[in-house]
């Protein structure tokens, strides 16, 4: 199984309580150790055959021992040079394995990409940032057990901070309440907005205005940022803060360089050139400037090109999506669904609410696959309606579903 989903938000918390809950040894490899063929095969593909061990390392038989949790953590992160041949030994491992396996991975795009038969292999399970209440149950529960005074309102402030992620809450929790028995309101006044566009607005407006390339440099040190993420808000700024052809061209061109030092650090995963990359976008284009005074810029916009990356990476993923699940059904392949059924059966299912219905049924389609499929809101109407008259039709099948193996269906569209 894969456990997929942002930092923070408790898929690896998940599986260490899974293997405790059941009293199962663990067997965990993460970024931090070298994840190439001979590893795993030696850790984790020695630990997932029908032989056990503890982890003392003696080896058990199987059915006098306990089962052992391999845990892959940060699966997504497994490619540079050092892990070399990670990815094929881990396929061969669940192939292989008597033994439970979890991946857990941020990017899961990135994983299946160069690992594709992992679609095939693990059934993944998505992890989704916290709402801030449920976060302040479990601040409250740490703070009971630590007897610490805290109020509701203190405990909503910190988890509304935390954007979601669990883990950034309690790291925040601890910070402001080290060495205190009682929290109040104005104690979270220390915490900063994890949402840094003010912090950075002022990083980029300090940048622009610096002098000398300590200053530039200076200026984003201390910014939540990829070098990469920088660069695209700084591509956006330059046209704001430049006014002079000249001066605009000298800044592209420090920034193009920058660019180049980015491309081959991950190239040759020599990440030091960011380093360089990073003088050139701050330094080099902040005293790119010549001429003219410096006009004034009360904001800096999103980047326009993360938007449009990020509007189409919704999209492809609902594509994909879709296409995972129909693609079996129509006895077809991803790339022929998606180029020669899809835009039509789109089409024809905003007029065919029948049709709609039956596919809900008989495939695994999820409110975002319908809305998708008929373009709507996921939350319309419409899709509310569909959900309905498929849970109607479906009655106790889909409870019987739930306890025995699911086949694929054998129906296709002719049959229609």
């Not at 976060?135 to 529960?141: M, Q, T």
């Amino acid at each position: 199984m894969i456990l997929k989903g942002e930092p923070g938000i408790g898929k690896t918390s998940s599986a260490l309580a899974l293997a405790y809950d059941l009293k199962w040894d663990v067997v965990e490899m993460n970024a931090s150790d070298h994840r190439n063929a001979e590893s795993i095969k030696k850790v984790a593909g020695i630990g997932s055959m029908t032989q056990t061990f503890t982890l003392d390392g003696e080896f058990l038989s199987s059915h006098s021992g306990r089962r052992k949790l391999i845990i892959l953590d940060e699966a997504d992160n497994l490619f540079g040079r050092e892990d070399y041949g990670g990815a094929k030994a881990i396929v061969d491992t669940i192939r292989e394995s008597s033994q439970p396996i979890l991946l857990i991975a941020n990017d899961y795009y990135e994983l299946t990409r160069r690992a594709s038969a992992l679609k095939r292999l693990a059934t993944s399970v998505t992890f989704r940032r916290l709402d801030p209440s449920a976060i302040v149950v479990v601040l409250r529960s740490i703070a009971e057990n630590e007897n610490v005074t805290v109020s509701l309102d203190t405990l909503g402030k910190i988890a509304s901070n935390a954007g979601g992620d669990l883990r950034a809450a309690i790291n925040d929790l601890q910070m402001i309440v080290e060495g205190r028995s009682h929290l109040d309101a104005e104690d979270t006044d220390v915490l900063g907005e994890r949402n840094q566009e003010k912090e950075l607005s002022r990083a980029l407006g300090a940048m622009f205005g610096a002098k000398t390339v300590r200053e530039a440099q200076d200026a984003t040190l201390n910014l939540d940022k990829m070098p990469d993420e920088l660069e695209k808000w700084i591509e956006e700024s330059i046209p704001s803060e430049m006014k002079d052809p000249e001066d605009l061209a000298r800044a592209f061109d420090a920034l193009s360089r920058s660019n180049i030092y980015l491309r081959r650090a991950r190239a040759l995963q020599h990440y030091g050139m960011w380093s360089y990359a990073r003088t050139m976008m701050t330094a080099g284009v902040a005293l790119s400037r010549k001429s003219g005074r410096r006009p004034h810029v009360s904001e800096y916009r999103f980047p326009s090109f993360l938007i449009v990356m990020s509007r189409a990476k919704g999209t492809r993923a609902s594509r994909k999506s879709i296409s995972s699940k129909l693609a079996p059904y129509f006895h077809t392949s991803s790339r022929m669904f998606d180029e020669s059924i899809l835009p039509y059966l789109s089409k024809l299912l905003t007029k065919d609410r029948e049709l709609m219905v039956k596919l809900g049924c008989e495939t695994e389609l999820d409110d975002g696959d319908i809305s998708n499929l008929l373009h709507v809101d996921s939350d319309s109407s419409i899709v509310k309606a569909i959900r309905a008259e498929i849970i109607a039709i479906k009655g106790e099948d889909e409870v019987m579903r739930k306890k025995t193996p699911r086949r694929k269906s054998g129906r296709s569209l002719a049959e229609f």
